[in-house]
């Protein structure tokens, strides 16, 4: 698809129409209440949202567009001016209250964002999804894929959302004489909370913003700010720490619940309270020292972390083996991650290449054709051999090339390459 024709999940000037998947504010950066580039297109639940988050947007920029239905939208090409109608289909993505993925098609094919989602291979409305995304490429294979990469590493394997949520169930039940403490954030996990209370039969405390939030999603009134009321309590993810939990345990009885599929690791605090402990995200190339530091890969179940805390994995975003059934699925020529940065980032052709339409033995022959015109260059001289990294993912042995006058690792070429970052000529060679 041409460059300035549309933007999904990004706000800068320069496109003809926007789209956004999802509220979650990692999808939301550079969106404002001034923002006034041009027509938004959104699901009906998402713009029911939307002026809690952005309460001064100028709705009329708004296009409420229903899940499942086709849509036209007459757009110019940037470069010859000439019409460049397309069809745009929003499918719901699992993900959080108003979330979807948008599949366009035009005369550049068929290009599916799919933006954060979670695709489980059981249930109603999953099947739903996936019959409407069948239906609606029709045989087609899509183009380009823009694929929710978050997990996309076999280390992350966890249950169905169902399955993790019936963990948190028996955790609480076999508490009965402790408060409750969930750390969630500001928009998901909803449907947690709800099985929840109608298995326990309890109201769920949660905090006023995320009241009005409840309520705007009309969910029944099980819901409430007195603490006096219940002894579960959904808190924003952020003041869910260990010293919080050691405080309320100084009180009463407390446990903390974390639900997620990110891995967490329990390590000494290292603050002046060298004793205590503190909670935080596990990176994947944490060294594990022999100090008492654990990280948790499996994600299997839940786990107590600390006499406090257990972590559960109970995850929006898909797990391995859910991003592979996708891919099969669609069976995209081309495949690129929108998770950049992840801490587990890894490009989806490290491990799908095989799944791809377009399968190629080496991962040079999905590189932008000026990168791997340089790059056979350097080859040719017996400077440089790209080896197949399929499969093996950042743990493949490494080789150093004076690649343009720089030398650097081969995997950290990809890996820049993959990112968006093209690598230039540089003045002053190595």
């Known amino acids: 698809m041409e460059g300035g024709m549309i933007s999904v999940d990004r706000w800068a000037r320069g496109s003809q129409a926007y789209f956004l998947t999802h509220l979650h504010s990692d999808h939301t950066r550079g969106l404002s209440s001034t923002w006034s580039h041009g027509p938004l297109f959104c699901s009906r639940t998402t713009a029911k949202l939307f002026p809690l988050k952005f309460p001064d947007f100028k709705f009329a920029l708004l296009r409420v567009v229903e899940i499942g239905s086709w849509h036209h939208l007459s757009l110019s090409s940037p470069s010859s001016g000439s019409p460049a109608p397309i069809h745009f289909m929003p499918i719901d993505a699992f993900h959080c209250p108003g979330a979807v ?252 290449s095989h799944l791809f339409s377009s399968n190629h033995s080496s991962q040079k022959t999905r590189l932008d054709p000026e990168i791997l015109m340089e790059v056979e260059k350097v080859e040719r001289k017996g400077k440089m051999k790209i080896r197949d990294i399929r499969g093996t993912g950042l743990k493949k042995r490494t080789n150093k090339a004076n690649f343009m006058g720089v030398r650097i690792r081969r995997v950290a070429i990809l890996r820049q390459i993959s990112r968006g970052v093209k690598i230039v000529e540089c003045d002053s060679p190595d």
């Open 101 to 352: 993925m948008f599949l366009f098609k035009g005369i550049f094919g068929h290009v599916l964002y799919t933006g954060d989602f979670r695709w489980e291979a059981t249930g109603e409305r999953s099947m739903k999804a996936r019959n409407m995304l069948l239906d609606a490429l029709h045989g087609a294979k899509v183009d380009h894929l823009y694929l929710d990469n978050t997990y996309c590493n076999p280390l992350y394997c966890f249950p169905t959302r169902e399955v993790a949520a019936q963990q948190v169930i028996e955790i609480i039940a076999s508490h009965p004489d402790h408060d409750i403490i969930i750390g969630i954030d500001s928009l998901g996990k909803e449907d947690l909370l709800l099985q929840i209370s109608r298995s326990l039969k309890i109201k769920i405390w949660v905090w006023p913003e995320r009241l009005q939030t409840m309520h705007l999603l009309g969910y029944p009134d099980i819901f409430t700010t007195r603490t006096s009321l219940t002894r579960v309590r959904a808190v924003p993810r952020y003041s869910f720490s260990m010293n919080t939990l050691e405080a309320l345990n100084a009180k009463r009885p407390t446990i903390g619940i974390m639900p997620s599929g990110l891995p967490w690791v329990v390590k000494p605090f290292e603050g002046k309270m060298k004793d205590s402990l503190t909670l935080s995200v596990a990176s994947t190339n944490r060294t594990l020292a022999g100090n008492g530091t654990r990280v948790d890969r499996n994600m299997k179940s839940a786990e107590k972390v600390h006499d406090h805390i257990f972590t559960v994995p109970y995850s929006d975003h898909c797990c391995f083996h859910e991003i592979k059934d996708f891919v099969q699925l669609t069976k995209p020529y081309n495949v690129k991650g929108i998770v950049s940065m992840s801490f587990c980032y890894v490009n989806p052709a490290y491990y799908l």
